[in-house]
């Protein structure tokens, strides 16, 4: 499993974390099989897909702002101003060091178990701040029995114990074939 570990002495890196621009911006899966998929909301839940997931009743691509305690805040990303969003302004969040359950997914009300302020940016990577200060890319995807048609994997983090899972990476910078 790929995990970047940053120890808070690379002051000198301070310029290029926290370095994504002010306007919304969408993130996007890199890994084995997994070419640049971006990230959807799906009915609370995070998942990469290839396309709008279909199993889901509410379910969008998400438009990204950044906010000031390092969360990131999402929105639907839709052309389509007359439908109803799947969702507004709802964090993403990774699951907490305790959870038991180590999907991604989004909230409006974070419990202890769902950390939402800790993404920080190395470059173009959208990294995790853990317990002791470490910059950390533990993100992974796996297919589930929901997703076997259209291509979407569930986002999750910190998966250890798994071998179905697919090690990613998280980047604001779309595919060169988007």
Not at 41 to 51: Q, R, T
């Amino acid at each position: 499993m790929f995990s970047l570990k940053v120890p808070l002495y690379f002051l000198s890196l301070a310029g290029v974390i926290g370095s994504v621009s002010a306007t919304s911006f969408n993130l996007y899966a890199y890994g084995d099989n997994v070419g640049g998929l971006p990230l959807y909301y799906s009915d609370g839940n995070a998942v990469v897909s290839p396309d709008t997931p279909s199993n889901a009743t509410k379910a969008a691509p998400v438009a990204f702002m950044k906010d000031d305690n390092n969360g990131l805040v999402g929105n639907p990303n839709q052309t389509d101003t007359g439908a109803d969003p799947a969702f507004t302004d709802e964090s993403l969040f990774a699951p907490g060091p305790y959870s038991t359950d180590k999907r991604m997914g989004y909230t409006t009300n974070a419990t202890s178990n769902e950390v939402t302020n800790k993404f920080v940016w190395y470059g173009h990577f959208v990294l995790i701040e853990d317990e002791s200060g470490e910059f950390t890319s533990l993100y992974s995807v796996k297919k589930s029995s929901s997703h076997d048609q259209d291509g979407s994997y569930d986002l999750y983090w910190n998966v250890t114990d798994d071998e179905d899972v697919v090690p990613v990476t998280m980047r604001s910078i779309a595919p060169s074939n988007a």
